[in-house]
């Protein structure tokens, strides 16, 4: 199984950006997907989640800028950064609970990071 996330760069204070993570391999069903941050020097902390029936919840930094969506039929979640401040930069990460098969319980995966840079 692998998660590929993509989508980060450079940007302005003020700019959107939109990060994209799907999963692939020997999958057989996806449950939640969520969106972490590292910043320098700091802990990985929890951006968003999405849960397969499409509840959302989002940490308190980031609601009303950020929005998370998925595309089942792509194993695809996205994370829509809009007004981006400075204190965004980081190291954004993907993680998916899954299943390989029917029978078996639900793993966390982890995706390698995408770095997203916003500069005053």
């Known amino acids: 199984v692998q998660l590929q996330a993509s989508g980060g760069g450079l940007v302005q204070a003020g700019g959107s950006l939109t990060l994209s993570c799907k999963a692939s391999g020997s999958i057989f069903s996806i449950n939640a997907m969520r969106w972490y941050r590292q910043a320098p020097g700091k802990q990985r902390e929890l951006v968003a989640t999405i849960a397969t029936g499409g509840i959302t919840n989002y940490a308190d930094s980031v609601k009303g800028r950020f929005a998370i969506s998925r595309d089942n039929a792509k194993n695809t979640v996205y994370l829509q950064m809009s007004s981006l401040k400075p204190e965004d930069t980081a190291v954004y990460y993907c993680?998916?609970?899954?299943?390989?098969?029917?029978?078996?319980?639900?793993?966390?995966?982890w995706g390698q990071g995408t770095q997203v840079t916003v500069s005053s």
């Open positions: 993680r998916a609970q899954l299943s390989l098969a029917e029978s078996d319980p639900l793993y966390w995966y």
